[in-house]
């Protein structure tokens, strides 16, 4: 049985007629009749009749049609439930950041949020993952922040959603007392003999250091792998190693022992998106999450 086949069975012992079923659906009698034959199909008990020329229910037919009301009636509380769901704008939201993503915006977003009229409910944590395992995260939260380099594979669209919120560079990072550190900008070539503080293989850092010893023909010295900036910079600022960082979100280090030197000749760019499976975006709460991220993004890119 399906529902559409029961409202037409419905609407049959109300109206009358098969003629005023097809007008009060619009749809065509034949469309009726042929809805009404696939029902009876799936039962033994014959359900409607005719009487003259008109085909009324039987018994068997207007129990099933108060049946079918019922079944009707749950639906539309189900569709109204859901519809109330997804208009709610202050649902729960829940949000994974990786680190500097988060370091960077969770408080802003939050104060962000709490202006609003009718704020969502938001949930964080972090999860900082290698770029191939941030679309998995949308199985477990609503909103991933996720990264990846330029050049890199897009993210799969099959079940997820993206969203752009920054196309942000990495800047060469030395200490104020490093030979490197009064200049305004540096090649490949100028650093990729370097010792070098990195992330682990799989993230941004590592991914434009290898960008940097390709094009300048020279294997990298790793000293340190680090994933967080904080202690990135911390190692820099301690002499001996160069690093990589962020250019917006890795704003909240302290930056006094150490200067940030834009890179020449290589990609160093990596959008920060947001996903999402699609079903998800349908609700307003996390819309309005979405926007919150945008505009704290846009101010923090600015």
Known sequence: MELHQLQILRELGALGSVTAVADALHVT??????????????????????????????????VLAEAGGEALDAMAAARGALDAFEQDPAGVVTVSGFHSAGQA???????????????????????????????????RYDLVLAH????????????VRSLTLVREPLDVAVATTHPLAARSSVTPKDIAAERWVTSRIGYSPDDVL??????????????????????????????????????FTSRSVDDSEIVRIPLLGVSTHRLIDVLSRPETLRRRSVRLVVEGLQRVMGRLSR
């Open 210 to 247: 290898g960008a940097i010893a390709a094009v300048a023909n020279i294997a990298p010295r790793v000293q340190h792998r680090i994933n967080d900036y904080g202690a990135v910079t911390a190692a820099v600022a301690a002499g001996g190693v160069v690093g990589l960082l962020p250019r």
């Open 29 to 62: 009698p034949s469309a009726v009749s042929q809805q009404l034959a696939a029902l009876q199909r799936g039962v033994r008990t014959p359900l409607t009749r005719r009487q003259g020329r008109t085909l009324t229910l039987t018994a068997a037919g207007r």
């Open 105 to 139: 915006l969770f408080g802003a977003l939050l104060r962000d949020l709490a202006r609003g009229e009718a704020s969502p409910t938001v949930q964080l944590t972090d999860e900082d993952v290698a770029q191939s395992e941030f679309p998995a995260l949308t199985a």
């Open 148 to 159: 990846r380099m330029e050049h890199s594979e897009p993210w799969p669209s099959q079940g």
